[in-house]
């Protein structure tokens, strides 16, 4: 699997693979802090089969996440997982993409559409988490998380990982990685699949939705009876934007 080095000593390794040709879709996998390319495979969506017999579908692991890892130092934040995901695009010298993402790949995607809006042509946004009296929820996934990967940090302390949590979850934004005002000032093209779940709240997708100019919601999506329609909707709001 490739790597992209990154941080000031080259510590944190960010590995990523790449699935058949054609303008380039950077699909950002659910799991919460698991986020990992092969997740993909575990959910009913999957770009990777979905997208790259015509595209091509960039997968990556999120730092401390699948093969990829990082020193944890306390200072990580939603801008540290955007300049992950910007590295990759730049190691695969992509200046322009689309980019796809399930559960916390939709706060990764608002973070990435305001930090480089112009290396972005269109996103879709599958199950956004978000904040709906549920915060609990996203301590329990990230202390979960935290006290597999302790072992393999000695660099951490107790501090370091609550100033992580902190920085992903501590924060009354309801969608996490960007403030609501400056959903308005958004304008790539946005596909937005609703959630309805205690991680995916469909309030937050309908926020989203409402927020972002011009977005488009898919109400349903997942279920057996809607997913051919939603696949269809989504192959023809990409081929718009490439």
Same mark, same amino acid.
């Given at each position: 699997m +490739?790597?992209?080095q990154?941080?000031?000593d080259? @510590?944190a390794?960010?590995h990523? =693979?790449v699935h058949g040709?054609?303008?380039?879709?950077l699909a950002?996998?659910p %799991? *919460?802090?698991?986020?990992?390319?092969?997740?993909?495979a $575990?959910?009913?969506?999957n770009?990777?089969? =979905?997208?790259?017999?015509?595209?091509?579908?960039i997968t990556?692991?999120?730092r401390?996440? %699948?093969?990829?890892r990082a +020193?944890?130092? %306390?200072? !990580?934040?939603?801008?540290t997982?955007?300049d992950?995901?910007?590295a990759? /695009?730049?190691? @695969?010298?992509?200046?322009r993409?689309?980019?796809?993402g399930?559960?916390?790949g *939709?706060?990764?995607i /608002? $973070?990435? @559409?305001h930090?480089a809006?112009?290396?972005?042509?269109a996103?879709?946004?599958?199950?956004?988490?978000?904040?709906a009296?549920?915060? !609990?929820?996203f301590? =329990?996934?990230?202390?979960g998380?935290?006290a597999?990967?302790?072992?393999?940090? +000695? !660099?951490?302390?107790d501090?370091?990982?609550?100033?992580?949590?902190?920085?992903?979850? #501590?924060? #009354?934004?309801? @969608?996490?990685?960007?403030?609501?005002?400056?959903?308005a000032?958004?304008g790539?093209?946005?596909?937005?699949l609703r *959630?309805n779940d #205690?991680?995916h709240?469909a309030?937050?997708? =309908?926020l989203l939705?409402?927020?972002?100019? %011009?977005?488009r /919601?898919?109400?349903?999506?997942k279920?057996? !009876?809607?997913l051919?329609?939603a696949?269809?909707?989504?192959?023809?709001?990409?081929?718009?934007?490439?």
């Amino acid at each position: 699997m +490739p790597t992209v080095q990154r941080d000031p000593d080259n @510590l944190a390794e960010i590995h990523y =693979e790449v699935h058949g040709s054609g303008f380039p879709v950077l699909a950002l996998a659910p %799991g *919460g802090m698991r986020s990992a390319g092969d997740w993909w495979a $575990k959910v009913p969506w999957n770009p990777v089969t =979905e997208l790259a017999d015509r595209y091509q579908v960039i997968t990556m692991d999120q730092r401390n996440a %699948g093969s990829s890892r990082a +020193p944890v130092t %306390g200072t !990580e934040s939603w801008d540290t997982y955007a300049d992950d995901q910007l590295a990759v /695009l730049d190691e @695969l010298g992509v200046q322009r993409c689309h980019v796809v993402g399930m559960c916390i790949g *939709g706060a990764f995607i /608002l $973070k990435l @559409l305001h930090t480089a809006p112009e290396r972005f042509a269109a996103a879709v946004a599958l199950q956004p988490i978000g904040l709906a009296g549920n915060r !609990e929820r996203f301590y =329990e996934m990230f202390d979960g998380w935290a006290a597999e990967r302790r072992a393999e940090h +000695p !660099e951490a302390d107790d501090r370091a990982w609550a100033a992580y949590r902190a920085a992903m979850y #501590d924060g #009354d934004d309801p @969608l996490f990685s960007v403030p609501t005002h400056l959903l308005a000032t958004i304008g790539t093209p946005l596909l937005v699949l609703r *959630g309805n779940d #205690d991680y995916h709240p469909a309030s937050s997708s =309908e926020l989203l939705a409402d927020s972002v100019p %011009g977005a488009r /919601l898919v109400p349903r999506w997942k279920e057996p !009876e809607h997913l051919a329609a939603a696949t269809a909707t989504i192959a023809e709001f990409l081929a718009a934007a490439s």
